[in-house]
């Protein structure tokens, strides 16, 4: 089975810090996209970032940007200067194969943002 | 604005019912999603519809059922054989089926009582 793991339940940073987010995934696919979503405490899912796996570019949105490592499966999160509005889940996320637009999630990560 | 609405934001079941969530998109999208999330875990795909008049289904489709009359909603039922229905319901949409970004509505919270 394809799946997604996130091997962090918890983490913490202080305001203004950097923190990365792990991530490491399984397929056969050769081409397929990777996500971060944002659950906040009001539970709405916000899209992060986005990675083709194609691009060698690592993708950067803000102070979010990814670390992709194709050959390892590998796709963490970093968040620099961190602010009290990143406290969420953080849920890394797959579309890994298939005629649809399957996503495969991992567990999540709460981060903890203190001042 | 654009966007996905789910309605009701929190909705109280007796057992032995079934519960009719909304999810409705004025973002002209082809593609919507169910997802089911449990406390501590990731998403899981109920159903999904590629197409109007069209609908598959997903990891845990048993005890749900949907229909997709129109573009702009996608209605999930949960209905009584589903053995353990309280969780966080959201709902997603995609430009087509292939890759796109899905973009989530806020959810409905379903419990049991």
């Known amino acids: 089975a394809q799946t997604v793991t996130q091997s962090q339940p918890e983490m913490s940073v202080q305001e203004a810090e950097t923190v990365t987010l792990s991530c490491t995934y399984d397929t056969s696919e050769s081409n397929y996209y990777l996500f971060w979503y944002k659950q906040p405490p009001s539970r709405q899912m916000i899209l992060v970032i986005r990675?083709?796996?194609?691009?060698?570019q690592n993708a950067t949105e803000n102070r979010f940007s990814v670390n992709f490592q194709k050959a390892a499966k590998s796709f963490s999160l970093k968040i620099s200067d961190s602010q009290l509005g990143d406290t969420a889940m953080y849920f890394c996320a797959s579309h890994l194969s298939g005629g649809y637009n399957k996503l495969i999630f991992g567990a999540g990560t709460r981060l903890a943002v203190h001042p | 604005d654009g966007g996905i609405t789910q309605s009701p934001k929190y909705l109280f079941r007796k057992e032995g019912q079934n519960v009719t969530l909304s999810c409705e998109q004025n973002l002209n999208h082809d593609a919507m999603y169910w997802y089911r999330q449990d406390p501590g875990q990731g998403l899981r795909l109920i159903y999904y519809s590629q197409i109007v008049n069209d609908f598959q289904k997903g990891d845990i489709a048993e005890g749900y059922s949907v229909s997709r009359e129109k573009k702009e909603s996608f209605p999930l039922t949960v209905t009584s054989a589903q053995k353990n229905p309280t969780a966080f319901y959201l709902c997603?949409?995609?430009?087509?089926?292939?890759?796109?970004?899905?973009?989530f509505g806020p959810g409905t919270r379903l419990t049991v009582l």
């Open positions: 990675q083709e796996a194609y691009k060698q």
């Open positions: 997603a949409s995609s430009i087509r089926s292939n890759t796109d970004t899905q973009y």
